[in-house]
């Protein structure tokens, strides 16, 4: 039977019936494209900044994961007091974050770990401390960069000829 918009009104055995064990399992080309999904920099970055988080998880005696929304504030406060730059607790949140999601867990709330964050930025600022920027473009180093380009065309990596490739 259907209702006014033409779906069933009950919905098949199978898709109210539990995902079979194998349906959490990703397969081979899968897996790899999940492992590939973020830049190797990312991973590397990420892989320092839960091997901190997990070390101090078992210095003070606090559940790695779930974490809970004191547990972040505290680990924000504890990096803010080793002078990290905020951006590098920024990214040491996000870590942790994505780690809840590859455990399939749900995520805490940030609230209190992102406003630490804020007062930790503001108390920066107030000490003096700037985020590093780069210096603005000048038309002369703009100049400089474009009579630096080799003459011709541009190139992109697919269609350049090697020079390195073997002879023969």
Request: hydrophobic share 40%.
């Amino acid at each position: 039977m259907e209702n006014h918009m033409g779906a069933p009104e009950r919905l098949p055995e199978r898709v109210l019936a539990p995902p079979a064990p194998d349906e959490h399992l990703l397969e081979g080309r899968t897996a790899r494209l999940v492992d590939e999904g973020l830049a190797a920099n990312t991973r590397l970055a990420y892989a320092r900044d839960f091997g901190a988080y997990a070390t101090w998880c078992a210095s003070t005696g606090r559940t790695l994961l779930p974490a809970t929304p004191a547990t972040l504030a505290n680990y924000v406060a504890h990096l803010a007091a080793q002078h990290y730059a905020p951006s590098t607790i920024d990214r040491a949140l996000a870590c942790v974050l994505a780690a809840h999601d590859h455990a399939q867990l749900a995520k805490p709330a940030t609230t209190a770990a992102r406003l630490a964050l804020r007062a930790y930025r503001r108390e920066r600022a107030q000490q003096g401390h700037r985020p590093r920027k780069s210096p603005p473009i000048t038309v002369d180093r703009l100049r400089a960069m474009v009579d630096a380009l080799p003459a011709g065309p541009p190139q992109d990596a697919a269609t350049a000829p090697s020079s390195c490739s073997a002879s023969p």
